[in-house]
Structures are given as structure tokens and as C-alpha cells.
């Protein structure tokens, strides 16, 4: 699986967008990009995925360079309800073996 | 059901002490995952499931770690003589296999004193 690296904290504020970056130099070809959410005492929770270009769904958006080596995950309008630990995963489809790093621990304040 | 389940939400064990933490995947779902998460740590792979068949165990961090699904449905996973570096939150994920995002569950926190 491709290494990722993802800051370890970022805090934010009720309204803004908050953008987290996730490097992956030696992605594969086949390899897509995956974030994942953490909330307190819950199982991760399947965001977004995405292959190249911009992805968006009703969660977030995904933008992904035309040479794959980062992404950044996108959540706008942020709420209290946002604060998580968001993980970033790269990997083949269907791969069974996630490995997630340790996270962005994301902190949106009032 | 409508979600991964998993029970206990909370075991605490003595030291030396077995214990057994279950999960109920998505019905229909073939296959499962338990992965272990430390403190402040994502989550790690321990074993995978495709119906009743264990095709990975690699994670798994000893031999006194055991997981069954023995109807390809519902799984156990089971610790023997608990070490307090086993004390962890073990969390159960399911898929239906065609796509990539997994639908974990709440997690059972194993506090081992």
C-alpha cells in the first residue's frame, strides 16, 4: 500500500471550508483514494473516493492532480458536528487491507 | 440489519482472562474485517473473512488471537489470556464486495487491568 501523509491536527471555525491535504508519492496505477471519518467512539465512516480530477458528493469534495502524488479533501461550511479524525487511504479497489495512518484530527470551534 | 453490530461495546478483563467479542455484519454481506485500534491510532488490519473462509490473518498479533465465522454470517473474535497491551477498541467491518467503501461498527473497547 502507498504511504500516506496527512497533518496531524487542523482546527477551524463553524461556517468555514476546511481543506486537508494528503500526499501519496508512490501511488499506483491502479491504486484510488479514499477518506475516511472518525467520530468519538464510532467505527470509521466511508467519505468519498476518487481516482483523478475533482469527485464531490453531499459530504465533500475531492480533488485529486493530474499527477496523483497528493489529494485534498474539501468540507465546506463546517459544522460543530464535523469535529472528527478524517484518514486518507490510498489503495486498489476492494482491497480488504486498509492501512490508515494516523489521521487529521479536524477540531471546528463555535 | 442496518448497520454493523457489535457487542460488548465494553469488556473489561483481568489479566490472563479469554474473552470473545462478536460481531454482526450486514446481512447479506460477504465479507468481513476486525481491526484493532490503539489509542490515538488508526485502525489496524487483523483478519478477513469472504463468507466462512479466513483468507487473511496476517494481523493477527498472536496465536492467542482467534477469529471464527463459522456460518459466514456472524463472527467472533476471540483473545486468550489477555495482556494489558491487548487493551484496544476492536472494530468489525463488513462488505458486500462491490465497492470500496466499508461499513464499520461502533467497536468493542477492551480495557484488560
Not at chain 1, 1 to 18: F, H, N, W
Not at chain 2, 65 to 83: C, D, M, N
Request: charged share 15%; aromatic share 12%.
Amino acid at each position: 500500500l502507498a504511504k500516506t501523509t496527512q497533518p496531524i491536527s487542523m482546527d477551524s471555525y463553524e461556517g468555514q471550508e476546511v481543506n486537508i491535504t494528503c500526499s501519496h508519492n508512490n501511488i499506483a496505477t491502479n491504486d484510488y483514494i479514499t477518506w475516511y471519518q472518525q467520530f468519538p467512539s464510532q467505527g470509521p465512516r466511508f467519505i468519498i473516493q476518487g481516482y483523478k480530477t475533482k469527485v464531490t458528493n453531499e459530504v465533500a469534495s475531492l480533488f485529486i492532480p493530474a499527477d496523483r502524488k497528493s489529494s485534498t479533501l474539501s468540507l465546506p461550511r463546517v459544522s460543530l458536528s464535523d469535529t472528527a479524525v478524517y484518514y486518507c487511504l490510498v489503495g486498489v479497489i476492494n482491497d480488504y487491507k486498509l492501512s490508515f495512518g494516523a489521521g487529521t484530527t479536524v477540531t471546528v470551534r463555535a | 440489519g442496518a448497520g454493523v453490530s457489535q457487542s460488548p461495546r465494553y469488556k473489561v478483563a483481568k489479566r490472563g482472562q479469554d474473552v470473545a467479542l462478536r460481531c454482526d455484519p450486514i446481512s447479506g454481506h460477504v465479507s468481513l474485517f476486525w481491526y484493532q485500534q490503539a489509542l490515538g491510532q488508526g485502525p489496524e488490519f487483523l483478519t478477513y473473512f469472504q463468507n466462512e473462509a479466513q483468507l487473511d490473518k496476517s494481523g493477527l498479533p498472536s496465536d492467542r488471537f482467534f477469529a471464527e465465522r463459522p456460518e459466514g454470517s456472524v463472527s467472533t473474535l476471540k483473545i486468550q489470556r489477555t495482556q494489558q497491551e491487548d487493551s484496544a477498541v476492536y472494530l468489525c467491518a463488513s462488505s458486500s464486495g462491490d465497492s470500496y467503501g466499508y461499513t464499520f461498527g461502533s467497536g468493542t473497547r477492551l480495557t484488560v487491568v
